[in-house]
């Protein structure tokens, strides 16, 4: 197999990064494109109290298992299926799915650390920022936090203040100035995310000609 083209999408929580990758993933074919997800590589804390929990930074790079990250990365450059327990973010409710990563010709990684870690970012042939004005970005995050991870409101607003504002700053600003494209998104208009997905995965078709853009 060829190596893959990779597309890198990092960006801000709350940005809507995770509504803009369903975008573009719905522009290819199921076996011309695949996504590996940073996410599914914290380093388990399910083992702390619920106060240390609420403590325990998530938005730091050594939150992540670097190493399996990049490992599996490269499993899918040589062809390789990989196997990973999707991660739950502690969620009891929630029961983990295996998943099943397989090779093709588009490679989709995404994260907040990607560009930070540069073993990784050297692997990336296209880059792709989200990003959102902080206001927005909050709201979007209380919303998803509250509703579908279960947290309190002090919780959230403890790990913004402390932990996921800076780590933006720290991790993924400096880096919004390399990337190849940035997406400034304050709106909730789908149409604005499925535009770009389209137009990126129209000008993708003119570099990969063995894929099917939808």
Partial sequence: MNKPYVIGIAGSSGSGKTFFLRSFLNHFLPEDVTLISQDDYYIPANTKTQEENRLYNFDLPTSINREAFHHDIKQLFDGETVHREEYTFNNPEIKPKMLEIKPAPVLIV?????????????????????????????????????????????????????????????????????????????????????????????????????????
């Fill in 110 to 214: 995404e994260g907040l650390f990607i560009f930070h870690y540069e073993e990784v970012n050297n692997l990336l042939d296209f880059r792709i920022f989200l990003d959102a004005d902080e206001s927005v970005a909050l709201e979007r995050r209380l919303r998803r936090d509250l509703i579908e991870r279960g947290y309190d409101h002090d919780d959230v607003m403890y790990k913004w203040i402390n932990h996921v504002v800076p780590s933006y700053n720290a991790y993924l600003a400096p880096f919004k100035s390399i990337c190849d494209l940035v997406i400034i998104n304050n709106t909730d208009d789908p149409k604005i995310i499925d535009d770009a997905a389209s137009k990126i995965s129209t000008d993708l078709r003119e570099k990969k000609s063995d894929i099917t853009i939808i």
